[in-house]
């Protein structure tokens, strides 16, 4: 490739370098926050965990039961969480599952004595939820499924935009939630402020089933550095909301995407309505993974040092790709990206108007990235620019090939939209 790292390079000549990436048909993917092979080796140890069935209290943990997870599961994650194990179930693999089945029960049956959501959207006024973007694009896809008008609210460093979202509770009892992914944020890496964990908190709101959906998936990610992050459910209890939140985690970036535990954790008389409509679901969860899982780690001691390690084959490929950012984008104004301390993903911004065809650009030369727009509700990203980049699968190499036309194509697209003035 061609030294394009000059302001003054033209667009001809980067066509023309983009035209040899082009040739080659290369076929990298950073559309997905996967677990590389080397990061799931870490945990092959798992597999063998198991040399008896029977739990501490004596279950036979290849039978029915136990619907709330196995009490040496629920403790160890209350120990690394620092949760009560008591308001805490411990589900299958997934905390996404966990997820829409919470927001789909509050929708088909309420909670708290007050109206099923459901009941809004057939008089002709859904219930809302606050989207703080760029985001997660599952947790949109959890709203658009069950009808839920999604309201984008900015992110700042420290969190949502506490005014905006304060104002908007206050006023509006249609609004009935807000999620959160409260530390290493997907895409931008934000980490939430004790500030803004006391806000959401104690904040008046109009509905009086207003839940803030807590997920806590990079909880534990800290790539650079640890960074605390104040207990949601504490919080809420000590203003008198012991309700507000449901706090989600799992161990799909930890041990096994396909193959992990889920847990979701709030307050007693949610987690008691939970397991009521749980049980007319399923009788109960995979007490055998729960088990190896315990079996395995043992402490949470143990779950942090296997995060070191995690951490330290991230690691490489973030400074990877920051560097080139840095070296090839820096001060010419055709980006700007996140720095994150921790989690899965690196935020960039192009130039308004740019993300798509950055992305259309990049996919047409045999790099895949997720579709542009997709970390902002209905996948409406007004100023069309943010891009989520997701280095942990490929290879350093892969990742090296996939950043120089990633960051070809973001030239090209910022030239162009000069040309079109």
Sequence with gaps: MIDTSSNTTSLEQLKDAYEDARGKHLKLNMSRGKPAPSQLDLSNALLGALDSYITEDGTDARNYGILDGIPECRQLFAD?????????????????????DTAAALSLFGTGGNRPWQHYKYAGTPVKFLCPSPGYD?????????????????LNEE????????????????????WCVPLHSNPGGVCYSSRVVEQLASMETAARDFRIFWDNAYGIHHIYEEVPLKNILDACERHGHPERAYYFFSTSKITFPGAGVALIASGP?????????????????????????VRHFKTPENIRAHMAMLADELRPKFDLVLSKLETE????????WSRP???????????????????ALAKDAGVVLTDAGATYPYGRDEKDSNIRIAPSYPTLEELDAAMDIFILCIKIAALETNNSK
Excluded: W
Aim: net charge positive.
């Design 80 to 100: 690394l969480l620092d949760l009560n194990p008591d308001r805490m179930i411990i589900g299958g693999n997934s905390s996404l599952s966990l997820m829409f």
């Design 138 to 154: 599952r947790h949109f896809r959890i709203c658009e499924e069950l009808g839920i008008e999604m309201i984008p609210i900015p």
């Design 159 to 178: 969190g949502p935009d506490m005014d905006l979202v304060t104002t908007l509770v206050r006023q509006d009892p249609l609004i009935k939630g807000i």
């Design 269 to 293: 008389d949610n987690i008691k309505e939970l397991k009521g409509h749980m049980s007319a679901q399923i009788i109960s969860y995979d007490k055998l993974n729960q088990l190896r899982h």
């Design 329 to 336: 984008l820096k001060g010419t104004g055709f980006a700007s």
């Design 341 to 359: 301390k921790g989690g899965y993903f690196i935020s960039l911004d192009t130039r308004p108007g740019c993300a798509r065809r950055t992305v």
